[in-house]
């Protein structure tokens, strides 16, 4: 699966932005979702998660009560809406998606359970 982010942007603290990740492939509606972040100097660090379904979905808990994740499989596209931003949200967000079972139930933390990662787009937060 082929996949393009895109939608990151300078907000100001306390902002929105959403973010999409359009995928090439209708394997998409059978691929979990998830996103990263990696900051400068920082280790690529998980986001939030959806079922290939959508019926659940898993966040970091810095982002939880902030950011939604959702998608559109009718569409391809995976989404990321981000509110009450904070400087510490500044980083490359990345989408990817896995595709298949995984053994544990933890899984979608890992960013080598991923099989296809998009290009990353830059959201910055300023203070």
């Known amino acids: 699966v082929q996949l393009q982010a895109s939608g990151g942007g300078l907000v100001q603290a306390g902002g929105s932005l959403t973010l999409s990740c359009a995928a090439s492939?209708?394997?998409?509606?059978?691929?979990?979702m998830g996103w990263f972040r990696q900051a400068p100097g920082k280790e690529r660090e998980f986001v939030s998660a959806i079922r290939s379904d959508g019926s659940r979905t898993y966040y970091t808990d810095s982002v939880k009560g902030r950011f939604t994740i959702s998608r559109d499989n009718a569409k391809n596209t995976a989404y990321l809406q981000m509110n009450s931003l904070k400087p510490e949200d500044t980083a490359v967000y990345y989408c990817?998606?896995?595709?298949?079972?995984?053994?544990?139930?933890?899984?979608?933390?890992?960013?080598?359970?991923?099989?296809?990662w998009g290009q990353g787009t830059q959201v910055t937060v300023s203070s």
């Open positions: 990817a998606a896995a595709t298949g079972p995984r053994s544990y139930s933890t899984w979608y933390r890992n960013p080598l359970e991923y099989d296809s």
């Open positions: 492939e209708r394997t998409f509606s059978t691929s979990a």
